[in-house]
C-alpha cells in the first residue's frame, strides 16, 4: 500500500483479555518496527524485524507481549493478559534499507489502547 | 547506551515567531544518524530530517534550519516565522550506524510545540 497500515485504530479491552495490533508495512520495505507511545514517556522500541533474519526482541517489557511477521509482510503484536500499564498508542514503522541506523521509518497512524 | 534529551517539553509561541528546539544526544559511537520527526495531532510522524555523524553543515528548508554540533552533541531544530500548522510534538532520534542493538532510533520525550494565531 502506499503507507504503513495500522488496525484497530482504537481498542478498549477490559484486564485480562488478550490483544492483537495489526500492521501492514509499505509493501517491498524488508525492515518493521514496532515501538509503544505512552504519555510524556517518548516512543519506546518494541521489536524489530529485519526480512529473514530472527527479530530483535531486546524491547518487549515481559513475556506477556509477542510479535509475529508472516511472509515477510504484515505482522501482528500480541498481547496477552493486558494490564492497565499496557494502555498506550502501539506505532508501528516500515523502512526499504538494509540493515543499519541510516534508514528512514515511515510511520502508521498508530493503534490507541485502552485497557479498563 | 544512547540517549536523547529533549530538555523542553512545551513551547507556546505566537505565530510569526522564530522558536528553536533543542536537543541533545548521548553516543559512543563515532558513526551514527540523526533526526527530527513531527508527529501532528493526527498521530502519525512524518519525517523531517536525517544527519549523519560526518556531516556538520546546518541545513535549511524552507522555514526549516537545523544545527548540528558535535562538540555539543547537539542537533537544533529552528523553526522561523512559525505557523498555527507547525503545531505538533517533534521528536528528535539518534541510530547507530551498524546493525544490531544500536541501529534502532532512539527517541527523545519529544516537545509540544503549540503556535498561538
Known amino acids: 500500500g502506499a503507507g504503513v497500515s495500522q488496525s484497530p485504530s482504537n481498542k478498549v479491552t477490559e484486564k485480562g483479555k488478550d490483544v492483537e495490533l495489526r500492521c501492514d508495512p509499505i509493501?517491498?520495505?524488508?525492515?518493521l518496527y514496532w515501538y509503544r507511545q505512552s504519555l510524556g514517556q517518548g516512543l519506546e522500541f518494541l521489536i524489530y524485524?529485519?526480512?529473514?533474519?530472527?527479530?530483535?526482541k531486546s524491547g518487549l517489557p515481559s513475556d506477556r507481549f509477542s510479535a509475529e511477521r508472516t511472509g515477510g509482510s504484515v505482522s501482528t503484536l500480541t498481547i496477552q493478559r493486558t494490564q492497565q500499564e499496557d494502555s498506550a498508542v502501539y506505532l508501528c514503522?516500515?523502512?526499504?534499507?538494509?540493515?543499519?541506523?541510516?534508514?528512514?521509518?515511515?510511520f502508521g497512524a498508530g493503534s490507541r489502547l485502552t485497557v479498563l | 547506551a544512547q540517549k536523547v534529551t529533549q530538555a523542553q517539553t512545551e513551547i507556546s509561541v505566537v505565530e510569526k515567531e522564530d522558536v528553536t528546539l533543542d536537543c541533545v544526544y548521548e553516543?559512543?559511537?563515532?558513526?551514527?544518524?540523526l533526526f527530527w520527526y513531527k508527529q501532528p495531532p493526527s498521530g502519525e510522524l512524518v519525517f523531517l530530517i536525517r544527519?549523519?555523524?560526518?556531516?556538520?553543515q546546518n541545513e535549511i528548508s524552507g522555514r526549516y534550519s537545523w544545527n548540528f554540533q558535535k562538540s555539543t552533541s547537539s542537533f537544533n531544530f529552528t523553526i522561523t516565522a512559525s505557523q498555527v500548522v507547525d503545531s505538533a510534538v517533534y521528536f528528535c532520534?539518534?541510530?547507530?550506524?551498524?546493525?544490531?542493538?544500536?541501529?534502532?532510533?532512539?527517541f527523545g520525550k519529544g516537545i509540544t510545540l503549540s503556535v498561538r494565531p
Open positions: 514503522a516500515s523502512s526499504s534499507g538494509g540493515v543499519g541506523g541510516a534508514n528512514v521509518l515511515t
Open positions: 509493501s517491498g520495505h524488508t525492515a
Open positions: 524485524f529485519q526480512g529473514n533474519s530472527a527479530p530483535d
Open positions: 553516543t559512543r559511537d563515532t558513526t551514527y544518524y
Open positions: 544527519r549523519n555523524s560526518f556531516d556538520e
Open positions: 532520534a539518534l541510530s547507530g550506524a551498524n546493525t544490531g542493538a544500536n541501529s534502532k532510533l532512539t
